[in-house]
């Protein structure tokens, strides 16, 4: 079972409006040509559930024919109904241990923290890894907050034995500092999806966590 | 996704409640300076059938916390979760609402089991029939008259009931527009119930609105 051990590496979010116009589906299978360990699908808000569940049976395919982690944001009920490994919950989102009772004990319950005390919280909640930001400045996720910066994960990971990959501006300049603090991964959005070449910055990224690792 | 329901389906009758016969679909910007919460409970206690929880803009964690105070205020009222079911196993719901480009039934049906009550949103005798194969428990059908809360929207009439109703086996819920004046032609019309927002939200005594809608109806709720 996935949460016996599992390995979040790179790991990529979907973002639609950061893709160029690509469909999500061909943008995450390059990233996984170059490298991604893990896939989260993260859906705009104007995505009805049927699309979001169209697009998540084709991330599901691709993921699983590659052995790459899959996990949906936010919607636990949809992250079982596709098979997911997993679902991500942030702060605002159903709380950690809700999360679990829905998905069940096989699955990964991922959530977002920003200080030690959230970290704490999800830990005691069941959480499987923590996602910690935003550690740069992010335009992604505007709602995001002030950003951390790559010590965050390093304090978080000297209080709660839990697997951390940093989120938020991460990219090729920064991606050895945020392994050098003591990240298990690494969450990119728009350096990967955004990408001219998808699959050559996901090369790149992974080489470059492997060599910081 | 397999359709995971097909033991529940055959002669025994589903495990469920009757699908009651007037809804209460919240929105929080139609209750006017009073909370929601207090709205709620006024309309549960002048007889309300079910409470339909759709504040779609509330994030995950907010809409639980929404739906555990209501279910709280509500007692043996339903109350039912707008679009995501996960939010609806968490608060301990007595079902989910399903939107029209929603969940598949079956999906909904496997997380909250064989007592859930489970609702699709159609628009037309097609989608009713389809809600219908895929085992939806009642369809709430709109848009019928012209409504603030859907402007745009060109109200279907009394005849898409009485079309849906024949079509379909399922309990037809009206919604749009229906207020006190008309809800018991929508009933006339094969309309098994009917399902409004600020025909109670917004009316100056909810329990006086709704034990109206009530009466027209013209038996249990």
Redesign the interface.
């Known amino acids: 079972m996935v949460r016996n051990g599992f390995n979040l590496g790179l790991y990529v979010v979907t973002d639609e409006r950061l893709s160029l116009g690509r469909p999500t589906a061909e943008v995450v299978a390059a990233a996984i040509r170059g490298g991604a360990d893990a896939v989260q699908l993260r859906a705009k808000d104007d995505l009805?559930?049927?699309?979001q569940?169209a697009l998540g049976?084709a991330l599901r395919a691709l993921t699983r024919a590659a052995g790459v982690l899959f996990l949906v944001n936010?919607?636990?009920?949809?992250a079982?109904?596709?098979d997911a490994d997993g679902v991500h919950?942030?702060?605002?989102?159903?709380?950690a241990d809700?999360?679990r009772?829905?998905v069940g004990p096989d699955r990964l319950v991922g959530v977002s923290a920003a200080t030690v005390e959230e970290a704490l919280a999800a830990r005691e909640a069941g959480a499987d890894y923590l996602g910690v930001g935003p550690i740069y400045g992010t335009l992604t996720k505007p709602d995001a907050g002030e950003a951390v910066g790559p010590e965050r994960i390093t304090a978080i990971k000297a209080r709660v034995p839990l697997p951390v990959v940093g989120i938020g501006g991460i990219g090729r300049d920064t991606i050895a500092a945020v392994m050098a603090a003591g990240a298990d991964g690494a969450a990119v959005v728009s350096a990967i999806v955004g990408a001219a070449d998808v699959e050559a910055a996901a090369r790149d990224l992974k080489a470059r966590m492997l060599a910081a690792r | 996704m397999s359709d995971g329901i097909h033991v529940l389906r055959g002669d025994a009758a589903p495990p469920r409640p009757p699908v009651p016969r007037l809804h209460l679909v919240t929105d929080r910007r139609l209750r006017g300076d009073r909370s929601l919460v207090a709205v709620v409970a006024e309309a549960a206690r002048a007889g309300v059938g079910a409470v339909q929880l759709r504040e779609k803009d509330l994030p995950g964690g907010a809409l639980l916390a929404e739906a555990e105070v209501l279910r709280r205020v509500l007692g043996a009222t339903p109350l039912l979760v707008n679009d995501r079911a996960d939010v609806a196993l968490a608060a301990g719901a007595a079902g989910v609402h399903l939107p029209a480009a929603g969940l598949p039934v079956g999906v909904a049906r496997r997380l909250l089991g064989p007592w859930a009550l489970i609702g699709r949103s159609v628009h037309g005798v097609e989608e009713a029939r389809r809600a219908a194969d895929e085992g939806a428990d009642y369809v709430i059908l709109g848009t019928i008259f012209a409504t603030g809360s859907k402007p745009g929207r060109a109200p279907a009439g009394l005849a898409l009931v009485a079309a849906t109703a024949r079509a379909v086996a399922l309990p037809v819920i009206a919604i749009g527009g229906i207020n006190q004046e008309n809800a018991a032609a929508t009933v006339a019309a094969g309309a098994h119930g009917i399902a409004v927002m600020s025909a109670i939200l917004s009316a100056p005594s909810p329990a006086a609105a709704t034990a109206a809608l009530r009466a027209a109806l013209g038996s249990e709720c």
């Open positions: 009805s559930v049927r699309e569940a049976r936010d919607r636990a009920d949809l079982a109904a596709l919950v942030g702060q605002d989102d159903l709380p809700l999360a009772h829905i």
